[in-house]
């Protein structure tokens, strides 16, 4: 079977996994090849293997964009569901990252705000009251304290996004609790709480699965059904990914728990990432196509279901 790796190369070129394929995609695959391609592969069991096979030779529809950006986007039978993934790539030295504010009556949908910013690309923030359509998570830019992490979301937000300076090109995630956020974020310029954290240090940080209560009973709905994901991380190069599962579209797109979303970011060999809102929320927009992904809140598959949010995380040239 011929590999479609000149694609997936231009997402992932600096990925070891993907320059062994790119070298030998011309080839059959034999069981020599296979074997030394699985051995890249962090330890699961066979059934990531499998999914992370399936994940790399998708069929991945992909953009070439200005500064060495790239958007691909696919859909896939993984983690035995359907998945409809959207993802951009940027290399972060050549944009500049920032998180615009526009909470109460200014809150509007991601493409809104982006537009209005004149952004090139953009993805929803993080979590934020409802009603209000203000952050409820720590949220600074420069000096100005923007939101705090509210008691209710502490069993998920472990974690900040930071740009640590003004220009926009350092992106740090981290794992934080509310009471070290002055200590490590202090010389940062912008820091957004979020979380979980998904993977640090290459190493997923998120349990498979997440039990309510003491005696092992029932599941945790945040983390362990499925839903619409956005997530944003890095690689060892500085490209900055933002990525956007789908959900809550039977039979086009199911969603994914924490602990996938935590395994496409593996798949991706990202250093560190961390999980942002989701549900509604979850869009990933760029000023030359639109919406990329398919929005879940008119409960159709397209690109108009989005929700107002409070806060985006906008990328400029």
Known sequence: MLLRLAKIRLLLQNSYIVDFLYIYGIMKMTLLTLALLLAAFPIWGNDREKDSLTFVNAEWSITKLEGGATAMSAQMEIFESVQNISIIKYPARRFRTAFVHSPGEMAGKTSEIAQREEASMAMNGSYFNMKQLTPCTYFRIADQVLGETSASESFRVNGVVGIRNRRGHRVKITS??????????????????????????????????????????????????????????????????????????????????????????????????????????????????????????????????????PNIIGVFR
């Not at 290459?202 to 599941?219: Q, R, S, Y």
């Not at 945790?220 to 956007?244: E, T």
């Not at 927009?285 to 929005?295: C, K, T, Y």
Request: hydrophobic share 30%.
């Open 176 to 309: 934080c609790q509310p009471s070290d956020y002055n200590e490590i974020t202090e010389r940062w310029h912008s820091v957004l709480a979020a979380g979980p954290v998904l993977v640090e240090d290459k190493e997923i940080i998120v349990p498979e699965i997440t039990k309510t209560d003491e005696n092992g009973n029932g599941a945790d709905a945040f983390y362990d059904k499925r839903h619409p994901r956005s997530a944003m991380g890095y690689d060892k190069k500085g490209n900055i990914y933002l990525i956007v599962t789908d959900g809550r579209h039977p039979g086009d797109a199911e969603g994914t728990s924490i602990y996938e979303t935590a395994l496409i970011c593996s798949f991706l060999n990202l250093e560190d990432a961390i999980n942002l809102d989701g549900g509604g929320s979850s869009t990933l927009w760029r000023s030359e196509e639109g919406v990329l992904n398919h929005p879940s809140d008119n409960r159709k598959f397209d690109a108009q279901g989005e929700r107002k949010v």
